[in-house]
């Protein structure tokens, strides 16, 4: 109850200083990707995580001696990051989905359209009786349509707003067939198939270049992060031997810098091992980052205690 009290005091503070333009455009980008959620108990919940992150991280960098800088940078840092990341996998997990049940999607189509019935007409049927996101989409699109919009670009806009290649080419390919008057239900059958071929020529991508993507995350949160938290080792014990000079703390810094920037470019070629396009990147350079950068700071700051070196 305290809980939900402190966040509808925020809500209210929140909404009179952001721009309600604003807040609707975030709303509305997170309806596209599949989340329901009022927008500024989103916020309200990050900034109330925020807080409580740098209290503890504060309390936990005075009592083990950390980096009072990194800690904070962290606690600010990983609530907008894992918000971030929650948004691209739930849009990307949404696009899969639709992905993979478009091909039956299509299939019920065409057998409507041979008894007779015409396009939107099928649509409108299969919205009756199917559920899901594909559902969801087919739904919004036909009521674009009752309110006046182009059928064709209400249509189109679903794959727009899912960021799909295959469903745009698939929509585009069944829009011409209805222009050009042919055969619709065996041109919908024909991209049903394609379709099919396509998500299943995916899986198999995934399939046969999973070993190479397990050695690149091994090497970004393992590999790389254990052998540069050695420096850190080093330096410390460098430093019991009153030997501590400038050198060895750069050198700290650019490997914390290494691993960063090693992590984010891993999940970059993750992405296109996975999907051929590096935009999708983000969604796997943040985790990446995240868990490399804690391992080195882990090793780097406690590795003599594990090592059992006396400082």
Do not use: W
């Not at 540069?228 to 490997?255: P, W």
């Not at 960063?260 to 999907?275: D, Q």
């Amino acid at each position: 109850m305290l809980i939900e009290d402190l966040i509808e005091t925020i809500n209210e503070k929140i909404e009179k200083k952001i721009p309600k333009k604003y807040l609707l455009k975030f709303q509305h980008y997170l309806e596209e990707n599949g989340i329901i959620i009022n927008p500024l108990n989103i916020i309200s919940m990050n900034l109330i995580a925020i807080f409580s992150l740098v209290i503890v991280s504060s309390l936990l960098s005075l009592i083990l001696d950390i980096n009072m800088v990194i800690s904070l940078l962290i606690a600010i840092i990983s609530p907008p990051s894992f918000l971030i990341l929650y948004v691209i996998l739930s849009s990307e997990k949404r696009r899969e989905e639709i992905e993979k049940s478009s091909p039956d999607f299509l299939r019920q189509v065409s057998s409507m359209l041979r008894t007779g019935m015409s396009f939107e007409s099928a649509l409108v049927e299969f919205t009756n009786y199917g559920s899901g996101p594909l559902n969801t989409e087919i739904k919004r699109a036909i009521l674009e349509v009752k309110m006046g919009k182009d059928f064709n670009r209400s249509l189109m806009n679903i794959p727009k707003r899912l960021n799909s290649k295959d469903l745009n080419r698939t929509f585009r390919i069944i829009i011409e067939g209805r222009k050009s008057g042919g055969g619709l239900s065996e041109i919908v059958d024909s991209v049903a198939e394609d379709l099919r071929v396509t998500n299943e020529l995916k899986r198999e991508r995934k399939a046969t270049v999973m070993m190479s993507v397990i050695f690149l995350i091994i090497s970004a949160v393992i590999a790389t992060p254990f052998t540069l938290g050695m420096v850190g080792v080093y330096s410390l014990f460098l430093t019991s031997l009153g030997r501590e000079n400038e050198l060895v703390k750069t050198a700290i810094i650019a490997a914390g810098a290494y691993i960063i920037i090693h992590s984010t470019l891993v999940g970059f070629i993750i992405c296109i091992i996975l999907h051929g396009d590096f935009k999708k990147g983000l969604k796997y350079s943040i985790p990446l980052v995240i868990v490399s950068y804690a391992i080195f700071y882990i090793i780097s700051t406690f590795g003599v205690v594990f090592l059992g070196v006396k400082t």
